[in-house]
């Protein structure tokens, strides 16, 4: 599976961004997906997953309520809304796949994008 993220770019305090997650490859819908982000110096972190079939989405604490993940399995693409982004949201953004959501939630699924830059400014 070979992912490919778009959408970022720089963004006031307050404003909304959605990424998208193209896949190509293997069967798309078979995979759980999820975002993960990681800030200059610090590690990587979850921010969201979903199942294959949309059936359940997570969500990291710092996001909830502001973030939306979803998937359209006939795109093979899956998105993140984001809205009311903090300075603290600046990053680069990945896209992750995995066989099972425990996977892609933990950060162990097998497939990364390259990676989408995210800059909110206050």
């Known amino acids: 599976v070979q992912l490919v993220e778009s959408g970022g770019g720089l963004v006031q305090a307050g404003g909304s961004l959605r990424l998208s997650c193209a896949a190509s490859?293997?069967?798309?819908?078979?995979?759980?997906m999820g975002w993960f982000r990681q800030a200059p110096g610090k590690e990587r972190e979850f921010v969201a997953a979903?199942?294959?079939?949309?059936?359940?989405?997570y969500y990291a604490d710092s996001v909830k309520g502001r973030f939306t993940i979803s998937r359209d399995n006939a795109k093979n693409t899956v998105y993140l809304q984001m809205n009311n982004l903090k300075p603290e949201d600046t990053a680069v953004y990945y896209c992750?796949?995995?066989?099972?959501?425990?996977?892609?939630?933990?950060?162990?699924?097998?497939?990364w994008g390259q990676g989408t830059q995210v800059t909110v400014s206050s």
């Open positions: 992750n796949a995995g066989n099972t959501i425990n996977l892609v939630t933990t950060g162990r699924g097998d497939y």
């Open positions: 490859g293997r069967t798309f819908s078979a995979y759980a």
């Open positions: 979903i199942t294959w079939n949309s059936g359940s989405t």
